[in-house]
């Protein structure tokens, strides 16, 4: 089937570009690998990090930013991609974006330093910025009515499988080389771009907007100071005064950025977007759900690894039910979803998602693996449900000439979302993980209050393997019975807080989104009509 999207309507005087013959499948299914390549790296680094850090002698921080280079530039830049691609031509800039990111995980794979791999991952994120945020906004483009609602149940279905493959794929990379994590995005990088290049034609906003650069600039800034603080607060501390001033730069340079917006004709985020209350409703629930099962994956992984004893490729296995319940229901709820009320599928996405994370907040050391289950079954499920019509709702409640500024405003929320959650759970179940452990040790009298909490900061900091032998013989079987048990205390403790903050977000986001702020037909791709009426305040 060809699409009917054509590049655009060539200037007065200037010589007629050749036409793309533009097939909407192809387009989905290059933008779809894609987006699974881009996620996966999110997760399946984790698995291969002792091996980097023997191949390239990294320090323990070294690692940390394997991880936080990718996490910090795949937040900030979203937005400002998004906007790019309304102006500059949605598949310009998803190629540009395509094209730094195969060549960073070229640079990754190639790493011979600790700080080549790091700042080659930084680039990584800024192409998977772009890529993610330009995704949704060509999907709504291509697609109309029902063949809209079933493209964006597979999206979403890709989202969840990257998520809950990574470990899996990672370890079996891994047990060649870690190399390969990265390498094997090149050729999959050429292949979505010669698609890109031959299947798929330009579309962007039809009315010619200058670029809102000062707004750009002031926005990366204060994400780029509020993604970091979250990122490096737990381990450096949050009153460290390098943290407290980038929360203090941040909630100064808010107000500076909401004032240029104001002021600017064609600005980069239409403020007006948080007059809708279908937008706000969904905006909570995305950094609610996100908040949470990105949290809950993170201990589970690291549970059924330290705790249960499973290996990375062990544990990817695991996580297979999860994995198919995301896939089934994205596809279901997105054959569906033309037909449900967007905020029915919101809230009963995050109420399922928050639910299977409570049906797993009793396990214990000596659980057997089984015990998740039902709760990844029913987390699985909601996920699958939720993903499809976040994306499909970011971009409907906006002309489809924004669809790149909306589709970028939701995921800087989901990325948001994660990195917030990754510190808040994060703090509160390294609080009590530390706090079990050191009355557990104390109470055995065979530690002083000093090596208590050392031990025990080794034990928030995730580091289970290494607390054992840390100390004499005679003591590591009560170290390591003491280090698993607070960490399971940990975990339940973020399932429940998770569960119940994935619920809430649900029932706010049911609450605030309403059906007529939605069209009921999606605008053809050349209307500018408003697709909401925006209140008058």
């Given amino acids: 089937m060809v699409d009917d999207v054509t590049a655009q309507a060539d200037p007065p005087g200037s010589a007629p570009k050749p036409r793309v013959r533009s097939n909407k499948w192809w387009m989905l299914a290059a933008v779809s690998v894609a987006t699974f390549m881009l996620l996966l790296d999110v997760t399946v680094v984790n698995v291969a990090l002792p091996d980097i850090q023997q191949s390239l002698d990294s320090s323990f921080f070294d690692l940390q930013w394997v991880i936080d280079a990718y996490a910090l530039t795949l937040a900030v830049f979203l937005l400002a991609a998004g906007t790019l691609a309304d102006r500059l031509g949605r598949r310009r800039v998803f190629i540009v974006g395509l094209a730094v990111f195969t060549v960073a995980s070229l640079l990754c794979g190639l790493a011979t330093s600790p700080l080549m791999l790091n700042l080659a991952r930084g680039a990584e994120g800024i192409g998977g910025a772009v890529m993610y945020a330009v995704a949704p906004a060509l999907i709504a483009s291509h697609f109309h009515g029902r063949q809209r609602a079933v493209a964006f149940g597979i999206s979403g279905g890709v989202t969840g ?26 050729p999959i990088g050429v292949l979505v771009a010669a698609v890109m290049l031959t299947r798929v034609a330009e579309s962007r906003d039809p009315v010619r907007r200058r670029i809102d650069w000062p707004g750009l600039a002031v926005f990366s800034v204060v994400l780029t100071m509020l993604v970091f603080a979250l990122i490096r607060g737990e381990a450096q501390g949050w009153t460290d005064p390098l943290i407290l001033g980038l929360f203090a730069g941040a909630a100064v340079l ?5 004032l240029i917006e104001r002021k600017r004709r064609d600005p980069m985020l239409d403020l007006r977007l948080f007059r ?16 949470a ?23 990817g296995l695991r996580y297979l039910p999860l ?16 037909r449900i009320p967007a905020r029915l599928l919101v809230g009963l996405g995050c109420v399922a998602l928050g639910l299977g994370m409570l049906a797993a907040d009793s396990v214990t050391a000596t659980s057997p693996w089984t015990d998740l289950l039902p709760g990844m079954l029913l987390a699985g499920f909601g996920m699958g449900v939720f993903n499809p019509v976040r994306a499909a709702a970011a971009v409907a409640l906006v002309p489809v000439s924004k669809a790149g500024m909306s589709s970028g405003m939701s995921e800087t929320f989901q990325q948001g979302g994660v990195a917030l959650g990754v510190a808040a759970l994060g703090s509160v179940a390294h609080s009590r993980m530390t706090e079990d452990f050191s009355t557990a040790v104390a109470a055995s009298g065979q530690f002083s209050g000093a090596a208590a909490d050392r031990l025990a900061e080794m034990v928030s900091a995730g580091r289970l393997t290494e607390v054992a032998g840390a100390v004499p013989p005679g ?12 960490f399971v205390a940990g975990l339940d403790l973020v399932m429940r807080v998770g569960g119940i903050v994935a619920i809430v977000g649900g029932l706010l986001g049911f609450a605030l989104m309403r059906q ?4 009921k037909e999606p605008p053809a791709p050349d209307q500018d009509q408003p697709a909401v009426q925006v209140p008058a305040h």
């Fill in 475 to 486: 003591q590591r079987a009560l170290v390591a019975t003491a280090a698993n048990d607070a």
């Fill in 516 to 519: 007529r702020d939605f069209p």
């Fill in 276 to 291: 809708v209350r279908s937008f706000n409703g969904l905006a909570i629930a995305t950094v609610a759900a996100n908040a």
């Fill in 293 to 315: 099962l990105m949290t809950a994956i993170l201990f589970q992984v690291l549970y059924m690894q330290y705790i249960l004893g499973f290996s990375a490729y062990g544990t």
């Fill in 323 to 338: 994995t198919l319940a995301v896939f089934f229901a994205a596809a279901v709820s997105g054959t569906f979803a033309d």
């Fill in 254 to 258: 808010l107000p500076v950025f909401v």
């Fill in 161 to 186: 499988l990257a998520v809950a493959v990574g470990p899996l794929l990672g370890g079996a990379l891994t047990a060649v080389s870690w190399r390969w994590i990265f390498l094997l995005n090149v």
